[in-house]
């Protein structure tokens, strides 16, 4: 079973939302493996420390839960993100035929 590092936008989105998208994620993660998946949570529900900027707190944190992975999963306006090196990179396969 491969561990799943879901990438995704998160910014004025809902818990909702976010949730909706992992889901897809998940399936298709498993369709295309053809395999079950092991998700790595990187969905943070908490805050940043006080004195940490929030933004390079959380990059931070998905960095170091990335560095487990043996796969990702890059949803949908990642592009307009910071990329990931180093692993294999699912997109939405479904899109590219």
Do not use: H
């Amino acid at each position: 079973m491969k561990k799943l590092f879901i990438s995704q936008p998160m910014k004025n989105k809902t818990d909702e939302e976010i949730l909706a998208v992992r889901e897809k994620a998940i399936q298709s993660a498993k369709d295309f493996l053809g395999e079950d998946v092991e998700v790595i949570d990187s969905f943070f529900q908490l805050d940043a420390p006080e004195n940490a900027n929030s933004g390079l707190w959380f990059l931070g944190k998905a960095l170091e839960l990335l560095a487990t992975a043996d796969v990702a999963y890059f949803a949908s306006g990642w592009e307009n993100a910071r990329g990931c090196y180093g692993i294999d990179i699912i997109e939405d396969y479904k899109e590219r035929k």
